[in-house]
């Protein structure tokens, strides 16, 4: 039975991480829905930019993937300037500039410029993920942390929904002799700009700044947490480099198994409204309303997903069976019919969406928790990859050949191999050792 000052220590925490959470996660959802539709509203003017500006389809794929180029490179050195000023002005920064950058796009005049913003809107997004991860391990204990990752990576989902809709109605606004695109990108990228100086109001530095925590909050929080920083220290992080890593076949797997995960998420983000166009007879608004639905069917397929690898664990199994689901969408979405492919895409969108969150658990699994942040981050960020591979394929295939059905076959054929492979991974047991091998305690 716990004694009644450690009692009120816990209900302090609980109580202080919960304001915490109702102060800083709206704003970061609001900041990630943002972030994702800055990063992928060019998948709505694809059509519009080759009309008004003549950017066919093989230099809007190339610019579309050179985003995550310009992200990849970026994304070290971000991380260690913002362990230099600290989360909160960092976190700003990238708001401030990803929204001017994202703005800027409304002045593209031809292909070289096209290609500039994107990645150096890639290059001012740098670092936003990794900032809110730092941000929460100084505000919040591990067993809350965990809990607020979840429901911020959630609003990936939201935004998926959110971003046709939106998009295509900005997309019919005229006036002031600008296209209705060059309106979305400066209405969107000026919303970035407005987060920008909400980021710098709302969030604080410090736990000893936050007026609205009580002072036996305030020290239960920060006591929590330096303990629990002098635990890591004692222990003893390994600071290992990416070519080390890479000398695991098991790290290998798990780079190789995201990178497709992501290759068919980002060709779906960035060609489906180009393929909803070919329905024929609707307007930008419509567009985006039918870019929303794959995504919603998707949520509910993610929730259902997890619900069931829960019950039955075998997660190699349930990863497997969802990359088998995104295959079949994907061929059968090479239909000459535009309806019928829309529907497999939906179909798709099941599979990949839901390999995506089915995929961390078993890396989280395999990996000894001293270097799994730096392995997450080196398997985020040739998972990313994808996003510059697929555009920039598909726009060439489309432009060389009028279709994108060779992309379709390419994607379905590397999801059937992702889900041979995703049986060859493993899991470690708490002793370190790969499942179905014994502890060298017990070795004989």
Known sequence: MRSAPATRA????????????????????????????????VGFVNSHMQTDLGIGAAAYGLGSGLFFIGYALFEVPSNVLMQKYGARAWLTRIMGTWGIVAAAMAFVWNDTSFYVLRFLLGVAEAGFFPGVVFYFTQWLPQKERGKAIAVFLGGSAIASVLSGPITGGLLSIRGLGLHGWQWMFLIEGGFSVLLCGLSWMLLKSRIADAHWLTADERHALQRAIANEQAEREATGGRHVSALQLLKDPQIVLFCFLYFAIQLTIYAATFWLPTIIRKMGGL?????????????????????????????????????????????????????????????????????????????????????????AAGVIALINSVGNLGGFFAPATFGYLQQHTGSVSGGLYALGVASLIAAAAAFLTRNRRSDGTPVGHASPRNAH
């Open 283 to 371: 307007t930008d608004f419509q567009v985006g309303l039918f870019n929303a639905v794959p995504w919603l069917i998707a949520m509910v397929a993610m929730y259902c997903f997890a619900l069931l690898s829960a019950r039955w664990r075998f997660q190699q199994a349930w990863l497997a069976t969802a990359l088998v689901i995104a295959a079949c969408g994907l061929f059968a979405s090479t239909t000459g019919n535009a309806v019928l492919s829309f529907v497999a895409i939906c179909f798709s969108a099941i599979g990949f969406k839901a390999a995506a969150s089915l995929f961390w658990p078993i890396p989280q699994g395999y990996l000894d928790a001293r270097v």
């Open 10 to 41: 816990d209900d302090l925490l609980e109580s202080a991480s919960s304001k915490v959470k109702r102060h800083v996660l709206p704003l970061f959802l609001i900041m990630f829905i943002a972030n994702y539709i800055d990063r992928v509203n």
